[in-house]
């Protein structure tokens, strides 16, 4: 029988080996996901005064999410600074299709811009919310999780010059959840769906531009706001590289983009199933897209579970 997971002395012992391993300034990388923030105040727990948080917009986030991370954050009693980097990832996504690349080219960059932030707070250490699953599925060569490092061969010491300090590697989304509970974190933290650490670039298919990822940007709020009562794992839209033969309301052809809705059930990310979504919402989803939206002629419904699919289309 499996030993219940005991989330209060997971706490208790996260925060002496905080205050142990970390003896000097460090940053908390924090996404506003419930695995970064709940690191981040795992860590000022451990280290007060000597954590600072960062968030990096990339350019790749969804709307209005960093000066809504900044502040919930700031409500959390964490130092916090925000960096504009965007440019900088735009440009390392410039011409790449591959999905793989993407995610390494969003990775190298992502650490290395993180070098000068961390180098700015004289500090030594990052702290980020890797979790079991971005671990497994990395060495299971799945795909690459953008903060999987030190477990395939990275030394971020020498390679970004500092180490990279991982608190909840050991666990699992929902394990995650409890501690988040445990530490009275918001609602809309403990809530929140998942959201990949590339952001929008890898619901991108094909190249990645500011313009595609802002249409998979308002796309994605359209789902998030119609799915808002549906019990789900993630709801998100994916813009697709092909392109599909449509009309405009005068009659005339017109060929325009194509965006998969996806909605998916899953408890830890390992496995997934579609989520049966009633038809009224798909189809009040579909008619918001296409209105709101004019150069999509196609909105389509993922189906596949996970396997043979992954969650994510990149």
């Not at 000597?50 to 986030?61: E, K, N, P, Q, S």
């Not at 954050?73 to 793989?100: M, Q, W």
């Not at 993180?114 to 250490?125: C, D, F, M, N, T």
């Not at 998969?260 to 989803?285: F, G, H, N």
Request: hydrophobic share 40%; proline share 4%.
């Amino acid at each position: 029988m499996l030993e219940e997971f005991d989330t209060q002395r997971f706490i208790d012992e996260t925060i002496q080996a905080l205050k142990r391993e970390v003896d000097g300034p460090a940053v908390a990388a924090c996404s506003g996901g419930i695995d970064s923030t709940t690191t981040a105040v795992l860590g000022c727990r451990a280290l007060g005064e000597r954590l600072t948080a960062v968030f990096l917009d990339d350019g790749l986030m969804r709307e209005g999410e960093p000066e809504a991370v900044v502040s919930m954050l700031s409500k959390l009693g964490l130092k916090v600074k925000l960096y504009d980097v965007s440019a900088k990832f735009f440009e390392a996504l410039k011409g790449i299709t591959d999905p793989e690349l993407k995610r390494k080219a969003f990775r190298s960059t992502f650490y290395h811009t993180l070098s000068k932030v961390v180098r700015e707070a004289g500090a030594q250490y990052l702290l980020q919310g890797t979790i079991a699953a971005d671990v497994v599925e990395t060495s299971r060569g799945v795909k690459t999780q953008h903060n999987v490092l030190e477990q395939i061969g990275i030394d971020t010491l020498k390679e970004y010059g500092y180490r990279v300090v991982e608190p909840l590697k050991t666990l699992y989304k929902h394990q995650v959840r409890k501690v988040a509970e445990a530490l009275q974190l918001p609602k809309e933290v403990i809530e929140r769906k998942p959201f990949p650490g590339p952001g929008l670039s890898v619901r991108v298919v094909g190249e990645v531009t500011r313009e595609r990822v802002e249409l998979v940007r308002r796309a994605t709020k359209i789902v998030e706001e119609e799915t808002k009562g549906i019990r789900c794992f993630q709801a998100f839209a994916v813009l697709m590289s092909d392109r599909a033969t449509g009309l405009t309301e005068d009659g005339k052809r017109r060929y325009g983009e194509v965006v998969v809705v996806r909605v998916v059930e899953s408890l830890d990310a390992m496995t997934a199933k579609s989520a049966k979504i009633p038809w009224r919402t798909l189809e009040k989803i579909r008619r918001r897209i296409t209105e709101e939206l004019p150069t999509v002629t196609r909105v389509l419904y993922e189906l596949t579970g996970k396997p043979p699919a992954t969650i994510e289309f990149e």
